[in-house]
């Protein structure tokens, strides 16, 4: 089992940055995939970054892209997300997922492990 613990979210003003970070524990030799997906108010879970740890090659929503960026820090099994020029539609709910086979992007019904979440609030 792997636990998830995300942290870093909080209240920016639109053009603002914040940086997520999520910490992993426990099987961690289990996963070598994780990601930060997020949802909004009445939509479905996104995908928004995801990280394949060790070669550290990531992918982007296109929405996202050239505004925020992740990364990895293996020593302490974290992986952070840098969100800048933030926009009020990045209001959500930003969740770290891990597994251990995936692509690209992969649906959130593919990940196999969550955290409980961290709430990020753009304000206009």
């Known amino acids: 089992q792997v636990q998830l613990v995300e942290s870093g979210g909080g209240s920016v003003p639109a053009g603002g940055s914040r940086r997520l970070s999520c910490a992993a524990s426990?099987?961690?030799?289990?996963?070598?995939?994780m990601g930060w997906f997020r949802q909004a108010p009445g939509m479905e879970r996104e995908g928004v970054a995801i990280?394949?740890?060790?070669?550290?090659?990531?992918f982007y929503t296109n929405y996202v892209k050239g505004r925020f960026t992740s990364s990895e820090d293996n020593a302490k099994n974290t992986v952070f997300l840098q969100m800048n020029n933030l926009k009020p539609k990045d209001t959500a709910m930003y969740y770290c997922?891990?597994?251990?086979?995936?692509?690209?992007?992969?649906?959130?019904?593919?990940?196999?492990?969550w955290g409980k979440g961290t709430l990020v609030t753009i304000s206009s």
């Open positions: 426990g099987d961690t030799d289990s996963i070598n995939c």
């Open positions: 990280i394949y740890t060790g070669g550290g090659r990531t």
């Open positions: 997922a891990a597994t251990l086979y995936a692509t690209g992007i992969p649906p959130a019904e593919n990940m196999d492990y």
